[in-house]
């Protein structure tokens, strides 16, 4: 059974960082994607960054892009999302989800496409 696990979340006052986990188990290979996914109150699930089994990162959502990244650590069968410069916008659940495939869905997927596994989420909020 595929499980995901994220951890991390916390209180963090603007201009912090923090950085959340994903704990992935059950695959049976190393080809995966996992991305990462956000959702405010009152708002959509909105599709962040993606990291492909080969390392390769896809970002969704320009509002992260250049202050957010990702990363694995295969060893530990985690996944890393690294946040920084948080803004109150950034206020929400996150979460982390994967696909048995190699690639991470197209850019103009929004990042959830074929995302078969979800975890429960953690929650971010970022105080002003």
């Known amino acids: 059974e595929v499980q995901l696990v994220e951890s991390g979340g916390g209180l963090v006052q603007a201009g912090g960082s923090l950085r959340l986990s994903c704990a992935v188990s059950g695959f049976t290979g190393d080809e995966y994607a996992i991305g990462w996914f956000r959702q405010a109150p009152g708002k959509e699930r909105e599709g962040l960054l993606c990291i492909s089994s080969n390392n390769y990162i896809t970002y969704y959502a320009r509002s992260v892009k250049g202050r957010w990244t990702i990363s694995s650590d295969n060893a530990k069968n985690t996944v890393y999302l690294q946040t920084d410069s948080l803004k109150p916008e950034d206020t929400a659940v996150y979460y982390c989800?994967?696909?048995?495939?190699?690639?991470?869905?197209?850019?103009?997927?929004?990042?959830?496409?074929?995302?078969?596994?979800w975890g429960k989420g953690t929650l971010v909020t970022v105080s002003s």
């Open positions: 989800a994967a696909r048995e495939f190699w690639m991470c869905p197209a850019v103009g997927s929004g990042g959830d496409h074929d995302m078969a596994y």
